[in-house]
């Protein structure tokens, strides 16, 4: 082959090697820049930067904890030259002396967080002046949002508080966090969080809150519980903890004041007990309730050559099943008890609840405790019966007690109405004794507000109640004995006893002053109360 056809052939293949790795390049090119245009076109999603949290209502729509906005001011320590000039020029928008503004910038190298929430009728004039005197740079106002609660001590333990960063705390504010406070959204501007819609009715707390001022003030007790409940959903209406607080001003109060006495202390509940052992002892149905039983203030038994006493508050004469709970006497219902199979009657409470943890929404939610019968003393199951050795809490009793408004079937309590547009419709129930058994307990406790009854002072004309009463020996856990110790004075009631409505409890742990007695400290309340109801046309 001639020189000049291999030059052909190499120049051929030459341009068709050139023309391959330009149309390569041009492939890569092409590549490169469609890439490009997705990297343009991507658009980041919008992630809300404001979360407004849920508001807290009651049953009425009243408005119990809500989200508000408020201005917060700083200064900007770094770039103040005259601390003293600066300080003057804000104290009278901060309601804050000079000397106080100095005191807190002086902890701070850059920006010192001097008043969290400025007075709302000073934010305006305040921004005004900072504008026209140039000190933007120096004074920063800054819009937050932050929770008001209208009704401050009212329920406050059960709603709770939130933090600065607007995260629950306490009470249902922080059991509901998730709900009430979600976390920002996406492809929104702001985020709402779900509003919540409580089973309490303001107008029944603040009754009972009015008898709880009124018994501290009266009898000084160390602490106050009250409970309102529906008898025919178990639905919550009030409850009221004393000592009580202001979630407004949280950070002034103390531990004990934030507690919520009604589902988390643990105490012996005294006679009130009785409805309940009394109804265990009638579903059994093993005791010998056609003989009547002679008071004259004590009753003894013996068990293995040993030789028990049972003492009373009075001496009660002839008692009967019909009276037993009237007089509220221990010698009768301790004589049933021991006629009664240990294991069948501590089955028949843990079908009241009393060994449990009340299934709500709430944190700090006590569990009552019974101990099993293998643990028990000669005279435990006696004891029991009328109210000791036990522990239990506010919100276990008014829960049982449903079951002696309902025919024998208990219901679940409920705090929560509705959530948003889904309303908390279902009603748990059980039955845990016969309709007959919870009839009898029922007009027992009738029996119990006549005139010779214990609870003669929970009477109000035109309504039927039946109430049981008791004031309960607290065990001095240091020196384990109840002859040292205080007691707790409550009263329970079911009205209207015709067609119950509602369920009502109140104790005062240790009342010091004028009576330590239940008929005369919560029993007068609860007659307050019921009268409240019946003036705001729900009786």
């Keep these: 082959m001639d020189s000049t056809k291999k030059d052909k052939i190499f120049n051929y293949a030459f341009l068709f090697i050139v023309i391959l790795f330009i149309s390569i390049l041009i492939k890569i090119a092409h590549l490169m820049i469609s890439e490009k245009d997705k990297r343009v076109t991507y658009n980041d999603p919008i992630v809300a930067q404001t979360i407004i949290r849920g508001t807290i209502y009651d049953r009425n729509s009243n408005i119990l904890a809500i989200e508000v906005p408020y201005y917060s001011c700083s200064l900007r320590v770094d770039k103040i030259q005259d601390l003293e000039k600066i300080a003057y020029m804000c104290s009278p928008y901060l309601n804050m002396s000079v000397e106080e503004i100095k005191s807190v910038a002086s902890n701070y190298t850059y920006q010192a967080l001097i008043k969290e929430r400025i007075n709302d009728s000073k934010v305006n004039s305040f921004i005004s002046f900072i504008n026209d005197n140039n000190l933007q740079n120096v004074v920063k106002i800054e819009k937050k949002y932050g929770r008001d609660y209208p009704y401050r001590f009212h329920a406050a333990q059960s709603i709770g508080f939130v933090g600065y960063d607007n995260n629950g705390l306490e009470g249902l504010e922080n059991s509901l966090n998730e709900t009430l406070y979600p976390g920002p959204g996406l492809n ?43 008898a025919k959903n178990g639905e919550i209406l009030a409850l009221s903890s004393y000592p009580w607080y202001d979630p407004n001003n949280f950070k002034n109060s103390s531990i004990e004041d934030r507690k919520n006495n009604t589902i988390s202390m643990l105490y012996e509940p005294g006679s009130v007990f009785k409805i309940f052992s009394f109804a265990a002892l009638l579903d059994i149905n093993s005791a010998n309730f056609d003989e009547p ?143 007959s058994t919870a009839q009898t307990v029922l007009e027992s406790m009738v029996r119990a507000t006549e005139e010779d009854g214990t609870a003669v002072k929970t009477r109000v004309n035109g309504v039927t109640v039946a109430a049981k009463t008791g004031t309960a020996q607290l065990l001095n856990e240091k020196s384990k004995s109840y002859a040292d110790g205080k007691s707790l004075a409550s009263t329970i009631a079911i009205v209207d006893a015709t067609d119950p409505k509602y369920i009502i409890y109140f104790a005062a742990k240790a009342p010091t002053i004028n009576s330590i007695w239940g008929s005369n400290v919560a029993s007068p309340a609860i007659k307050n109360i019921i009268e409240g109801l019946t003036s705001q046309n729900k009786l």
């Design 293 to 435: 039983f002679y008071c004259d203030g004590s009753y003894d038994f013996e068990i293995n050559g040993q030789t028990f006493t049972i003492n009373c508050a009075h001496e009660h004469g002839k008692v009967t099943k019909d009276t037993m709970l009237k007089y509220s006497c221990n010698g009768a219902i301790s004589k049933w008890a021991l006629e009664t199979d240990s294991n069948e009657f501590y089955n028949k409470l843990l079908d009241f609840g009393f060994d449990s943890k009340i299934d709500i929404p709430m944190n700090g939610i006590a569990r009552s405790r019974i101990q099993n019968p293998t643990l028990w003393s000669l005279r435990s199951k006696p004891t029991i019966a009328f109210g000791q050795e036990l522990l239990t809490t506010a919100i276990n009793i008014s829960t049982a007690a449903t079951a002696i408004a309902n025919k024998g079937i208990l219901l679940e309590p409920k705090i929560i109405k509705q959530i948003e547009d889904n309303p908390n419709d279902e009603v748990n129930t059980k039955r845990i004794i016969k309709e």
């Design 188 to 230: 929104e501007i702001i985020t709402y969080g779900n509003d919540v819609y409580l089973t309490l009715d303001m107008n029944i707390q603040y009754l009972c809150d009015l008898e709880v001022q009124r018994v501290n003030a009266e009898f000084e007790p160390e602490s106050i519980v009250a409970i309102v409940m529906d």
